[in-house]
């Protein structure tokens, strides 16, 4: 079955749309959940771990600063002097609040008060952290374990007198098997939490079936091993009392040794739990949201699309019948007044009935108008956009139409008068034909006369051709002779540059040896009596110097007045070859001319022949024209009779121009 309603179809696929996103949001939002929370649950354990761990370093800098300040007491200094336990004990009264014990010996390490940690911290004077601090003047701070009471968080400080000296020191602690501890880290991370003593669970906030608090267990032997006893960190997910939990255990350790355990876990079976149930509320609004949608999609798509548009198709389907209403001048209406896309197409579809019902008429006249004859009347009807092109067609008929007629009206006066000049021709050119007969014949004789001569005149410009080619020929043989000439010449006179080099190194030469004969003389005039000989032939030397220089001087002149010639011969020698190649080039122009002479002396020559024969022609056809004539003019005459039936015809036409 075929939807044929828009609106329906519009509101059925939307509705799918919309099933398929909250399928799609159902299944992306559970399966995201179940990811999320394998994803989160073992980070949010390690997160929880690790602020357990920093909660007990945070406990330790509370203890250690809680003993600086017992340690700063005068009061308590000045108790332990005097060794009076009680006037010790009224002095660390102020100073109970904040610590869960406060332990004082003396400095042999033996204890001296100890308040609000029970009967272990007055039996316990060998405190890890209260010997340090004697050890240690600047303080400890680490963990303190008791077998049989418990760990403690400890911050130790030694206690001086007015002249520096360590009189004993003191220790506070919080005490890890209180629960506050613990709980306080579930409030923050929302996980499990547990401190272990050893291997022992020491505080916790893992309920057990009866609603107790599970101290006093143990854990597993894993753990112990990967904690305990390798200090490793361990995380994994496990079976703890009957529930999954994502879990991450952490040595506490105390002097390089792990003295117990921290343990932070995030039960999947609670948390999947209420992961569950808000997946289950989300999906539940998702439904509702989308059921909503979808009823709120069909009330639209009634009232917004399916009723405007029954309308819109109505009004459409009386325009598909030809139902115009062109004797009507009410005008149609939809009667959609919405402000959306439906009503604006509603707006449009009128206005474009409004037009095309104009349109119409227009049409119409316009062809009433031609079917009585009136070639006269354009359109001037203001159509629009591609309907101007039929505006265009209809004004075009009508001017094309009026003018084939008038041009057949004024053709058909010209062809009664046409006809008779025809006759009259027809007989004068039956005449003509026999004197063009013998005139063609003399014409004839005159022809081949004139086309001997031309064949002649062929041979002769042949003859010249040759004899042209013949003389271009040597022409050019001269013109690469002299082009070697000027070769030469060039060669010449780069050989006389060349020498004229050569010439101005030996003049250079003969300068440096005047110079050297010069400082030679020098020398031996410093020599005296000993470089008379070496002077006379440093004047040798120089003469002959001198005559070379003089002689370099000539034959340089000598040189350049070679070289002024061979340059003149040169330009002398390309002269002569220009002027050859101008010959060559007027021999090859007149060679061309010549050839084309002859060959225009041929051309005429079949040319003249082919006159002779078409003249021939031509004689024969004046004979069939002049019997053709007579035909024309009966033929003529006929031509007038039908031509006075065509103008009867055209004036049952109304034309422009008066036509």
Partial sequence: MKLKSLGLKISISVTVVILALVLVTINIVTVASDLMLSQLAPVGSKGANTTLVYEIQELQNEAYIHAQKIAASAQVADA???????????????????????????????????????????????????????GAPEGVRTIDKEDGYGIFTAGSVAIRDNGESIIGAVSCGHDLSLSKYVDDIKQKSGCEATIFDGDTRLSTTLINENGDRVIGTKAGEAVIDAVLRRQNTYQANIQLFGSEYAVCYSPLV???????????????????????????????????????????????????INKPLKKIDAFANKIKN???????????????????????????????????????????????SLASGDLTAESAYNFKGDFTLIKDSINGIVRNLSRTMTEIDNSSLQVAGGAKQVADGSRALADGSTQQAATVKQLSSAVSDLSKKTKDNARQAFRAATLADTIKNNAEKGSHQMDEMMNAVEEITQASRNIGNVIKVIDDIAFQTNILALNAAVEAARAGQHGKGFAVVAEEVRSLAAKSAEAAKETGSLITNSIEKANLGAQIAGETSASLAEIVAGINESNLIVGEIAKS????????????????????????????????????????GLSDVLQGSISQFKLKNGG
């Avoid at 006159?611 to 031509?639: D, F, K, L, P």
């Fill in 80 to 134: 332990i002097t005097r060794g009076d336990a009680d006037g010790l004990e009224r002095a660390l009264a102020p100073f109970r609040d904040g610590v869960d014990s406060i332990t004082v010996c003396d400095r042999d390490g033996n204890a001296l008060v100890a308040l609000n940690g029970g009967e272990h911290a007055v039996n316990s004077p060998n405190q890890t952290s209260l010997l340090a601090a004697l």
């Fill in 254 to 304: 105390a002097d390089g040794k792990a003295v117990g355990m921290l343990f932070a876990g995030m039960s999947l079976d609670t948390v999947l739990g209420e992961q569950r149930e808000m997946t289950v509320q989300l999906i539940a609004v998702s439904v509702a949201a989308g059921v909503a949608g979808i009823l709120l999609i069909f009330a639209l798509s009634i009232f917004l």
């Fill in 601 to 640: 002396s041929e051309e005429q020559a079949s040319e003249i022949t082919n006159i002779n024969s078409g003249i021939e022609q031509v004689s024969q056809i004046i004979q069939q024209n002049s019997a053709t004539a007579e035909e024309s003019a009966a033929a003529s005459e006929e031509m007038k």
């Fill in 322 to 368: 030809g139902d115009m209403g062109l004797s009507d001048s009410t005008p149609s209406t939809i009667n959609v007044r919405t402000a959306d896309e439906v009503g604006k197409l509603a707006r449009t579809l009128e206005q474009a009935y409004a037009q095309l019902k104009g349109y119409i008429g227009e049409i119409r006249e316009r062809m009433e």
